[in-house]
């Protein structure tokens, strides 16, 4: 793995940080292909419960770096390690918290849309400049980002491409908070600890639900009728509802 993705497990957290400082940390696609490797690691450990990805200095990513990209632009991106990295957060079965420290541009906003918690520094900044580049928008965010905030405000985000701020980010539902630039660290790290402290198969059977396609009413209530009757019989939900049981009766 390349020493600008740097990851690291404690107490269940795996910290996944983008280090590449000096290019405001944008994304080669040598770094795509750790990125994806640190997130199937992350997926596949049982000791992992919950991702936290975070950047490295004033930027948490400025996007593609152009020149890597041109270079290798061969194939199509699905085939590349870009490609492989979005399946890999799209289909990642741990809940991600985002740490926005700085500016996210491009790419660095889209893959906020697969994390289930975004928290943000007080002079983050957030652009989706995909048409001022001739391109379009990637990583499902064309759908993902109108569910989320609203078609109006999705396509100012996309159609006009300008810079929006961490409180107006807040104040569409595209982040979940913000906080002075020197507390973020300890934010994103509180909220990890309090979702790893939880029962490990309840976490990932609520992400799965979460993440399913939209379907009719009663469809949704009789899978989330299945997985409740299934994990009511796990040892650890068993236990918690004892100890409440018990709590209740010695009050």
Do not use: W
Request: neutral net charge.
């Amino acid at each position: 793995m390349t020493d600008q993705i740097v990851a690291t497990l404690k107490d269940g957290i795996f910290q996944i940080r983008i280090n590449r400082p000096e290019k405001k940390n944008a994304l080669t696609e040598d770094m795509y292909a750790a990125l994806a490797a640190a997130l199937s690691q992350a997926d596949e450990n049982p000791e992992v419960r919950v991702v936290t990805l975070t950047g490295t200095g004033d930027s948490f990513t400025s996007g593609n770096d152009v020149a890597d990209f041109l270079k290798r632009d061969t194939g199509s991106p699905h085939q590349r390690p870009v490609g492989a990295f979005l399946v890999a957060i799209a289909a990642n079965r741990k809940p991600l918290i985002a740490g926005v420290n700085g500016m996210a541009i491009g790419v660095g906003v889209t893959i906020l849309l697969h994390c289930d918690l975004v928290y943000a520094a007080e002079g983050a900044t957030l652009q989706m400049p995909f048409t001022n580049l001739g391109v379009v928008p990637e990583a499902a965010s064309s759908q993902l980002l109108p569910q989320m905030v609203g078609y109006h405000r999705a396509a100012e985000l996309m159609l006009l491409g300008e810079r929006i701020d961490a409180r107006r980010a807040l104040e569409i539902g595209l982040i979940n908070g913000v906080s002075p630039a020197a507390e973020l660290a300890a934010v994103v790290t509180a909220r990890a600890a309090i979702i790893a402290a939880k029962p490990a198969s309840s976490i990932l059977a609520t992400k799965a639900l979460l993440r399913r396609s939209p379907e009719p009413m009663l469809a949704r209530m009789s899978v989330e009728n299945a997985e409740f009757a299934r994990l009511l019989q796990t040892p650890e939900a068993r236990a918690i509802m004892q100890a409440f049981l018990d709590r209740r009766k010695a009050g």
